[in-house]
């Protein structure tokens, strides 16, 4: 029964263009339907204890596709299905002034249908199909509003997509050329013979360049400040709560702990990688005055603590980076939904142009205050203890600049936020927004649910950890030996 | 040896007129390029020296044949890269309608 | 454009000949995708290829009259909800996805091996259809004079 985290988006997103055009709201009720439902199925794969195997067509494991569901996929699934279901509620009232929606509908879903199939699948070509599937309906989403911009936004980040999509098919090549299969556990397999050929090492250099641009790492994001910001806002929320993470962070710890077998000189890469992009992210971020941009900004550097905590390799440092992946996707989202809801108001995303909303848009204004406070890392909200996790595996595996650089890129987030939050709804000496009410019921709920749940996560951290997060970071950690429960 | 080297020869050339070149529709032809040359390289992979294809005909059953299976998975890949040109020509060409120019240079409305 | 749009009369002369040939061919390559080299995928490009023969010979008011935008629309639908139902239907009578669950002939045959040629017909649909709306939608598009 995994096949219907993939199949039931593509029946959706053909019924919609069938039926699409006879009334306006069909589209919504088939897309919302189909995302409800499976969020119910990704909260019911945490309750099995043993791997989901599934064989496409019925054809043994070596020779044809395997879909496999363990708990490192679950913990995606839900990420992927509870920001898809918020989102295509709060695109209800705020996509209302565009015409045509059922094509929005539509690669939404091919969106979603690509995005599960990235996690669910456990052959390496299929992983790529999937991987073309959700990057073009992103580029195709991050142009929907069709202005100047969104254009020139659009266009850059497809040129830049696909050439990480090239370099991800070139070590494809390469692997097979070696190894002669596709599997992912029968390459695991395989590698444990001959590591060290150079076609190997050039397969994985290349996949790593590939991911990362995917991931927007920090010689690679020069896409993303401007993709982020173009799109519309329940867009922008998926591509930096959802499709970053999964292309990006899902691909490359795959690839490194589970194929290719965790070593000293990949732990080097990914700290690397992940303190440049930390450093420089929010370096680049406290300049801005764009409301979405800084957003986009903030989200390198936050990637870059996930990836740095997956670096250290230690089993606190693994949990530390998989719950900040979680608590990530929470906040950035709202904090996107909540640009979303003043640019729906207001028009506007420059900062010095807003001022004093907190009177007329409460709801806004104190999801996004729990939203800042909760990527700044104060206790009692989500963004604080998967902080910790990380800056305490940094020291207690002896990287004290990398933990030093930790918190005070912590401290300049929170600057950064305050600044935020003084321009956009506390300042009192701008122009007075008096005939502005708050946004339509559907973005109001989205955004709460989103705070409420940063809240609650913060407060209930234990269970989250020990039920959805530890069992993601074992399998990561076992590595290479998790492969084999496939193969029987 | 030789022809795997001339297909990153060529992967390189596709990349190379990716970035250099200004005009929009020059970067699209530089696109299809790097994107045919990984095609190339993958069929590539599979010859075997004296094979023939792999189709079977009636009278001679068992044959010496190439790898069928990249021939199946490049299929794949070509639709893919159809998609992406023809969404990017669509794209310069709104591109060109709002700006009235093909040259990258110029546009840069986005910037900091 | 003398004629009310289109080409000469010499081309119009041999359209009539040479698109029939042109869909004759695209149908067999996908009918035969299992015998031998071609299949959905490049059937599916003939057809499409076919079809903007007739629009470039004949101008677009008289193309339009047999095969417009509503019908390419309705086929591509048509095609990817085809391909879907008989992966599905797989689970109905053998309880495996994907499963192959047509009969298999003898080698050589037009009817054998199952699903794959009623596979090969869907994707042939999509992507006939599916080319032949990226043409139109490129090729008619008007600068919009307000801006």
Redesign the interface.
Do not use: C, Q
């Given at each position: 029964m995994i096949?219907i985290f993939s199949?039931l988006p593509?029946?959706s997103a053909?019924?919609i263009?069938?039926f699409g055009r006879i009334k306006e709201n069909i589209s919504w009720i088939i897309a919302t339907l189909c995302s409800f439902i499976l969020l119910i199925f990704s909260f019911l794969t945490i309750f099995s204890n043993k791997v989901l195997v599934?064989?496409?067509?019925?054809w043994k494991i070596p020779f044809g596709i395997c879909l496999v569901v363990d708990k490192f996929s679950s913990l995606f699934l839900i990420v992927i299905n509870l920001i898809t279901f918020l989102s295509l509620i709060y695109s209800f009232s705020y996509m209302k002034k565009y015409d045509r929606l059922y094509f929005y509908y539509i690669l939404f879903c091919l969106l979603l249908a690509g995005l599960n199939g990235v996690v669910i699948t456990g052959d390496l070509f299929n992983f790529f199909v999937f991987l073309e599937i959700a990057s073009i309906s992103s580029y195709a989403l991050v142009a929907y509003k069709g202005g100047k911009e969104e254009l020139e936004a659009s266009f850059k980040y497809l040129i830049l997509g696909s050439i990480g999509s090239s370099f991800i098919l070139f070590g494809i090549a390469f692997i097979y050329g070696r190894l002669s299969t596709l599997n992912m556990a029968d390459i695991s397999n395989s590698l444990e013979f001959n590591y060290n050929k150079s076609s190997i090492i050039f397969a994985l250099s290349l996949f790593i360049a590939g991911l990362s641009i995917k991931t927007a790492l920090v010689p690679f994001h020069a896409w993303l400040a401007d993709a982020h910001p173009a799109a519309p806002s329940p867009i922008s929320s998926m591509l930096s709560g959802v499709v970053i993470k999964v292309l990006g962070v899902y691909g490359l710890s795959r690839l490194i702990f589970n194929i290719f077998g965790f070593n000293y000189n990949l732990s080097l890469i990914l700290i690397f990688l992940g303190t440049l992009s930390m450093v420089v992210g929010v370096l680049l971020a406290i300049g801005q005055w764009d409301f979405k941009r800084l957003l986009a900004y903030h989200s390198i550097s936050q990637i870059g603590y996930v990836v740095l905590g997956l670096g250290i390799g230690t089993p606190m440092g693994i949990v530390g980076g998989l719950f900040h992946l979680f608590n990530h996707s929470i906040f950035k989202s709202l904090l996107f939904l909540n640009a979303g809801a003043i640019e729906y108001n207001i028009k506007t995303k420059n900062l010095k142009e807003m001022g004093d909303l907190s009177k007329v848009m409460p709801i806004t204004s104190n999801s996004s205050l729990i939203a800042s406070l909760s990527i700044a890392g104060i206790p009692p909200f989500c963004g604080f203890w998967s902080k910790l996790f990380i800056i305490l595996a940094a020291f207690m595996a002896n990287l004290k600049l990398a933990g030093f650089l930790c918190i005070l890129v912590s401290l300049i987030t929170l600057a950064s936020f305050l600044k935020v939050q003084k321009y956009a709804f506390l300042d009192k000496t701008n122009k007075n927004f008096q005939d502005i009410k708050e946004v339509p019921f559907s973005m109001v709920f989205s955004m709460s649910f989103l705070a409420i749940l940063c809240i609650l996560v913060g407060l209930f951290f234990p269970l989250v950890k020990d039920y959805i997060i530890e069992p993601a970071s074992n399998v990561l950690i076992n590595g290479k030996d998790y492969f084999k429960v496939i193969l029987n | 040896m030789g022809i795997y080297f001339l297909c990153l020869v060529l992967f390189s050339l596709g990349v190379w007129c990716l970035f250099v070149k200004k005009n929009l529709i020059k970067k699209i032809i530089g696109l299809a390029i790097t994107e045919y040359a990984i095609n190339l390289f993958f069929i590539l992979l599979g010859y075997k020296i004296g094979a023939d294809?792999p189709?079977?005909e009636?009278n001679n059953l068992s044959i010496v044949s190439v790898d069928p299976l990249p021939q199946a998975l490049i299929?794949t890949s070509i639709?893919i890269g159809l998609g992406i040109i023809?969404f990017s020509?669509?794209l310069v060409?709104r591109l060109y309608?709002?700006y009235k120019t093909f040259d990258i240079n110029k546009i840069n409305n986005l910037k900091g | 454009m003398k004629n009310n749009g289109g080409m000469s009369i010499i081309v119009k002369r041999i359209t009539r000949i040479t698109v029939s040939l042109i869909f004759l061919f695209g149908v067999y390559i996908m009918l035969h995708g299992h015998l031998?080299?071609g299949?959905g995928?490049a059937g599916g490009v003939i057809i499409a290829l076919s079809f903007i023969h007739l629009v470039l010979a004949f101008g677009k008011d008289f193309a339009f009259r047999y095969f417009n935008k509503t019908l390419a629309?309705?086929l591509?639908?048509l095609g990817?909800?085809l391909f879907?139902v008989i992966?599905?239907l797989?689970i109905f009578i053998?309880g495996?996805?994907?499963?192959?669950f047509l009969p298999k002939g003898s080698?050589?045959n037009l009817f054998s091996s199952g699903i794959i040629l009623a596979s090969n017909f869907a994707i042939f649909l999509k992507?006939g259809a599916g080319l032949f709306s990226?043409f139109i939608?490129?090729s008619l598009?008007r600068?919009?004079e307000k801006?």
């Open positions: 096949y199949v593509l029946i053909f019924l263009f069938i599934y064989t496409v067509g019925g | 294809a189709i079977l009636k299929l639709v023809a020509v669509s060409m309608e709002k | 031998s080299p299949g995928f629309f309705f591509e639908g990817g909800i879907l992966s599905l797989g053998g495996i996805f994907f499963l192959n080698p050589f992507v990226i939608a490129l598009y600068l919009s801006e």
